[in-house]
């Protein structure tokens, strides 16, 4: 089935060195020849790469030409060397695509503290540049070059009728281990043809990735990388997009921004299970938002899990040191849908059942409410393994 991607934007992806597989591909090049708008949410980490300091520069735009991607080096960390690395690295990628310098943004995933091998990298966008393509074949080679630890490629595109046209979107993302959300916890992209202006880009893709990206976690590290951007060319025509138009462009943003952000989790490092904590009832959103993070960040919480044991105890203690206050007398605990906990009680259930409910499924249901209001969320994480712990003792970031 082909896909939906948007018009006015052509791919690339190759290996130019950096990574020592030569059939993995570890460098992505995304033209708009015609200019797209361009909106970025950032790693709140105070430690952040070079690439997040040019492109938190330089969105929002009304016009930019082209972004450039590598993996298996991050760029981070590495000083006043690597922020003109990575402008150098911005502006050898406009150049291929005959732009000016400053209308590239640029991304880097990867060890941290190494310094770019620019000369393999300025070879390869010049070869990058060579082979752009508006195919599937060439979008997939574009995703597949920006993945370090991931086991595939995390994709998703969608036709949306809105104002009376079609409006293609396309999203791309990467991420399996250091995963903790603080916007955003991972490289990604969402490429459109609808026609936005600056400040509505800005403000949607914040609010799509406080529901999707900002919901995710592994192991609860923010990296100092964290990029997610969103490009809209406008070449699906008609007027920019406002009112319900725009309302329903968003909502199918926001619905792919979470398909692709569950596939973080889900290819957690070592992860055989996904867990989607739904916490609710609670007086705001940001309250249920603590909660939810908090149990997803135990270990104890997720060990159990991964153990297929219905450990009521861990998840209701997690909640009670989140720092949000409510009444522990009005919570209820379920887990797979069978009622584990209710009104600050345990209940009578059969723990052979749930604990088979658990290992049965890849997903995990938590579902935790409280009495204290009508806001709620839901917050995914993976559970951990020893493959997990094996795997990041190995590996250098």
């Known amino acids: ?72 080096n991050a760029n981070a960390c590495t000083g006043e060397r ?4 990575a402008e150098e690295m911005a502006r050898l990628a406009a150049e291929a695509c005959d732009a000016p310098a ?15 091998p620019l000369e393999k990298i300025a070879a390869g ?19 597949r070059g920006i993945l370090t630890s991931d086991k595939g490629t995390k994709t998703t595109t969608r036709a949306v009728t809105s104002g009376g046209r079609t409006i293609n979107i396309a999203g791309m993302c990467k991420g399996a281990g250091m995963i903790g959300p603080n916007m955003a916890t991972m490289l990604g992209m969402l490429l459109t043809d609808a026609k936005l202006s600056p400040d509505d880009a800005q403000r949607v893709l914040k609010e799509v990735a406080d529901a999707s990206f900002n919901c995710i976690s592994v192991e609860g590290h923010t990296s100092t990388n964290d990029t ?24 199918a943003l926001k619905e792919m921004a979470i398909e692709l952000a ?8 070592g992860a055989t ?23 997803a960040d135990s270990a104890l919480v997720k060990t159990a899990i991964a153990g297929g044991d219905p450990n009521w105890g861990r998840i209701v203690s997690a909640a009670g040191y989140a720092g ?12 797979n849908g069978h009622p584990i906990y209710r009104q600050g009680a345990p209940l009578t259930f059969d723990a052979r059942t749930v604990s088979q409910s658990i290992k049965a499924s890849r997903e995990t249901a938590v579902e935790l409410t409280l009495g204290e209001g009508q806001e709620g969320i839901t917050f995914w994480t993976s559970d951990l393994t020893v493959d997990y712990v094996k795997f990041n003792a190995d590996y250098s970031t």
């Open 102 to 116: 400053e209308k590239a943004l640029v991304m880097s995933t990867g060890i941290i503290g190494h310094f770019l």
């Open 324 to 335: 949000v206050k409510f009444d522990p007398t009005k919570v209820d605990l379920a887990i």
């Open 1 to 72: 089935m082909p896909l939906h991607l948007p018009l006015g934007f052509r791919f690339a992806g190759l290996h130019c060195g950096i990574k020592k597989n030569p059939q993995k591909e570890d460098l992505t090049l995304v033209h708009c020849p015609g200019g797209a708008v361009a909106a970025g949410v950032y790693t709140q980490n105070l430690v952040y790469a070079a690439p997040v300091a040019v492109d938190r520069a330089r969105t929002p735009s009304s016009d930019i030409r082209v972004v450039v991607v590598n993996s298996g």
């Open 228 to 251: 997610l951007l969103l490009l809209a060319s406008g070449a699906a025509g008609g007027e920019q997009l406002s009112g319900a138009d725009l309302q329903t462009f968003a909502q």
């Open 262 to 269: 569950k596939q973080i989790p889900d290819d957690g490092e």
């Open 125 to 143: 966008v010049r070869r990058c540049s060579q082979g752009l393509d508006t195919g599937d074949a060439a979008f997939m080679a574009a995703a």
């Open 273 to 295: 299970h996904v867990i989607a904590i739904t916490v609710q009832g609670t007086k705001s959103r940001g309250e249920a938002r603590q909660i939810a993070q908090t149990i």
């Open 82 to 85: 690597g922020l003109r690395d």
